[in-house]
DNA sequence: CATATGTCCTGAGAGC
DNA sequence: TGCTCTCAGGACATAT
């Protein structure tokens, strides 16, 4: 479930391939269901082509490559990982759920590959104006590492939803998944299934705040590689932030704040919540 | 408009 | 052993 710390830290790991050129896109052939490209896969290897790889940047959980050299103008092309995916330099885990591969005019870095295992992450070529569009505030909110507290506030201080489920909503705040959402309230001590509107101007600061480190936190751990082993970084290494989760996947463990209580598990738009009642109470 | 629910996808693991 | 079932949660479509 790659999140904000997991394609940040695929970013910093592809950011060397800026400069070089795709001189071949390969598709794999695949017995899988292919995966959503946009355009399609013949008009996307005709345009991509030659192109030059300007800037590789984060947007919320997707990876953006900027391409330049295009005589109609600049494009962007998106990738989002979504459960499953990796963008890789290194040879990826197994070429069953290879999707696509970018041939560099580098020596040192020959290949860009998307991989995904369950196919749901998609790779779209974007015209300026449709990247301003599709990734702009119309769907997505601020990202979470430079959203200020007060502008958290004024994004979510309305709503009558649970601040768990709130957090999910990439329109209103773009890099928070199910399980950074858990991490978080539990270091700023709000109880998931608070409605926003009732949180205080202080409990936004403690979220706020929370937020920031735990992010931090987990980008200089590399993200958190589960138990099924599938997130990797951009060198198929694993991430080691799941060893230093405080709550996600922790149900029945003592929670590592009191030491007191065990961490619950509850279901909030069927997704897994991980807390602990004492530490989190509602205020 | 805001919020809730269903859907896609694969492989692991449980239960029989 | 091999089958069927459930579960994991990204983003989006559709429903309320």
Redesign the pocket.
Known sequence: ???LPEVETMRRGVAPIAGSRIVDVHFPRCR??PILVNPSRRSLRRRLEGLQIAAVERI???IVLKLSGDQVGGHALVI?P???GLVLLADPPNT??LRLGLKLDAEEIPWLWFWD????G?VQLFSDEEFAD?LGPR??GPDALQVTADELRDRFR?????IK??L????SL????????SEILHVAKVHPQQR??RLTRTRWQSIHEAMQMVLTEAIRYEGSTL??GTYRNALNQTGSYQNHHRV??RAGDACPCCEDQVIE?I?Q????TFFCKQCQRRR
């Not at 773009?174 to 959402?181: E, K």
Request: contains cysteine.
């Open positions: 479930m790659p999140e899988l269901k919320g959980k997707r989002e979504r459960m499953t069953e759920h295992r369950r196919g749901l998609t599709r769907y997505l309305s709503s009558q939803r649970e489920v709130a999910l909503d990439q329109k773009a890099g928070i998944g199910n399980l950074y959402a926003c509107h138990g099924d996600y996947n598990r279901v738009a069927q997704r897994s």
